[in-house]
């Protein structure tokens, strides 16, 4: 069982994401006002609060948000589930579609600290049912593929 810490979205792609206090997941497009919502398979990021914390005490000073990821949740180790994961917060349904990615053209947070824990440690899903996700939600598997 994990805890949202962090709701995040952007107005524009590649730019640094802030939080919001709670966020509207639409279903098949992904956050209400949010750069990243489309119909296709990386509508809304998660990654792991314990990986940022681990990041941070290596002296980056970040913000939630930094990394372009939507969900900061305490509890799980994303990049060890297996894409099909299925996640439940509130009435929102999310699918686990990718993995990590490749970095924004070496992003600023990898040009200040050599290192950034997106591409190795974010995960991407799709909006299987919507509704609204607020910070302190708590977030449950309900299915993981083997």
Same mark, same amino acid.
């Given at each position: 069982?994990?805890?949202?810490?962090?709701?995040?979205?952007?107005?524009?792609?590649?730019?640094?994401?802030?939080?919001?206090?709670?966020?509207? &997941?639409?279903?098949?497009?992904?956050?209400?006002?949010?750069? =990243?919502?489309?119909?296709?398979?990386?509508?809304?990021?998660? %990654?792991?609060?314990?990986?940022?914390?681990?990041?941070?005490?290596?002296?980056?000073?970040?913000?939630?948000?930094?990394?372009?990821?939507?969900?900061?949740?305490?509890? &799980?180790?994303?990049?060890? %589930?297996?894409?099909?994961?299925?996640?439940?917060?509130?009435?929102?349904? %999310?699918?686990?579609?990718?993995?990590?990615?490749?970095? =924004? =053209?070496?992003?600023?947070? &990898?040009?200040?600290?050599?290192?950034?824990?997106?591409?190795?440690?974010?995960? &991407?899903?799709?909006?299987? =049912?919507?509704?609204?996700?607020?910070?302190?939600?708590? %977030?449950?598997?309900?299915?993981?593929?083997?």
């Amino acid at each position: 069982m994990g805890r949202v810490i962090a709701v995040c979205i952007s107005k524009e792609k590649g730019t640094q994401k802030y939080r919001i206090p709670e966020g509207e &997941f639409i279903e098949e497009w992904g956050i209400k006002d949010d750069a =990243h919502a489309g119909k296709w398979h990386r509508q809304v990021s998660l %990654l792991s609060y314990d990986k940022i914390q681990e990041f941070r005490a290596k002296g980056a000073e970040i913000e939630d948000g930094a990394f372009g990821e939507n969900l900061v949740v305490e509890g &799980f180790d994303f990049a060890k %589930l297996p894409v099909g994961t299925k996640f439940r917060c509130n009435d929102v349904v %999310l699918e686990m579609t990718q993995i990590g990615k490749k970095c =924004h =053209h070496g992003c600023a947070i &990898f040009q200040k600290m050599g290192d950034c824990i997106m591409p190795r440690e974010g995960v &991407f899903t799709r909006v299987l =049912h919507g509704g609204v996700i607020h910070e302190g939600d708590e %977030l449950v598997i309900i299915e993981e593929n083997e």
